[in-house]
């Protein structure tokens, strides 16, 4: 299995940019994608996602169905798959836009290396600056990934994807239980001898 460079197998595009704050305008004709809207599961969480009336600037770059969004600022370089949409869709910078030659290439398995832990490292590794590092796209092109046949690609994006689900299920089930936890503590707190006597007074 031989290793390449991301930019032997994949386009990287820069994210649209918009240079004030974003207003939501319910009909407007263009969705923008933003860090925020990269779910936890590995896709591209359009329900609240922010939708604009034009866009500014020249010759934007839309998303196409599997794509994957790439936040290239902070500690953790959040990636997500898009799933496509009917309504034409931008990624807002600094996100940056990975576009696979999909004859070489699963975009599944291209998102799930970027979301492993050894390439997350390289990542930290490569960004620069002291308030909001950030990883250039020279340092995202020159990424090293194992690539396999696409058979082989596939099954490792499923587990991968398989892995991702069972750890957002984990998460929200230790949410609640906290949640649960805290409304027991409550109610027993509500029927001490202590909260009877201030209510009495």
């Known amino acids: 299995m031989a290793a390449v460079e991301l930019r032997h197998i994949a386009q990287i595009l820069p994210g649209h940019p918009f240079r004030s704050g974003l207003e939501n305008h319910l009909q407007g004709g263009f969705i923008v994608v933003q860090p925020r809207d990269l779910g936890p599961d590995g896709r591209v969480d359009l329900a609240s996602a922010v939708r604009q009336r034009t866009l500014p600037g020249l010759a934007p770059t839309f998303l ?108 929200r089930l230790r949410d609640a239980r906290a949640r649960f936890y805290e409304l027991v503590l409550a109610e027993a707190a509500k029927k001490s001898p202590e909260a009877h006597e201030r209510s009495r007074a």
Do not use: K, W
């Open 64 to 171: 196409h169905e599997r794509d994957i969004v790439l936040q290239p600022r902070g500690t953790r370089f959040s990636a997500a798959l898009f799933g496509g949409t009917e309504v034409t869709a931008v990624a807002a910078a600094p996100l940056c836009i990975i576009r696979v030659d999909r004859a070489r290439a699963q975009p599944e398995y291209v998102l799930a290396m970027l979301l492993s832990p050894s390439t997350q490292t390289t990542l930290r590794q490569a960004a620069v600056g002291t308030y909001v590092p950030q990883v250039s796209r020279q340092a995202i092109e020159n990424l090293r990934i194992e690539l396999p046949d696409l058979t082989t690609q596939t099954r490792l994006a499923n587990l991968a994807a398989l892995g991702r689900r069972e750890r957002e299920l984990m998460d």
